[in-house]
């Protein structure tokens, strides 16, 4: 089994930074694979980023490519989603998930699909104004 929990969340004014952390317990086996979801009032949650913490290879949703950084600590206990240059439309409750290996569908968010991810977290909200 594995937990995981979201911290970090906030108001700031756009162009400002926030920097959410996921702490993660549990079987290590599982959360190979981590990644950050979002999900805005009335739309569909979207991947936003995720890293296979085996390699260190990270993929990002292009909204935020130049803008956002996920990483890990060494022992795969944080995950981390610097955000840098906020926008409004970054505003959303903010989701930690993990599994244990990556996976792909490229007609439901590629490398973020939700498919790879089998436990998530309560959420964070962040609010950015213009």
């Known amino acids: 089994q594995v937990q995981v929990a979201e911290s970090g969340g906030g108001s700031v004014q756009a162009g400002g930074s926030l920097r959410l952390s996921c702490a993660a317990s549990?079987?290590?086996?599982?959360?190979?694979?981590m990644g950050w979801f979002r999900q805005a009032p009335g739309k569909e949650r979207e991947g936003v980023a995720a890293?296979?913490?085996?390699?260190?290879?990270?993929y990002y949703t292009d909204s935020v490519k130049g803008r956002f950084t996920i990483s890990q600590d060494n022992a795969k206990n944080t995950l981390v989603l610097q955000m840098n240059s906020l926008k409004p439309e970054d505003t959303a409750m903010y989701y930690c998930?993990?599994?244990?290996?990556?996976?792909?569908?490229?007609?439901?968010?590629?490398?973020?699909?939700?498919?790879?991810?089998?436990?998530w977290g309560q959420g964070t909200q962040v609010t950015v104004s213009s």
């Open positions: 998930a993990a599994g244990p290996d990556r996976c792909f569908d490229s007609r439901r968010g590629g490398w973020l699909t939700e498919d790879c991810f089998s436990y």
């Open positions: 549990g079987s290590t086996y599982s959360r190979n694979y």
């Open positions: 890293i296979y913490t085996l390699d260190g290879t990270t």
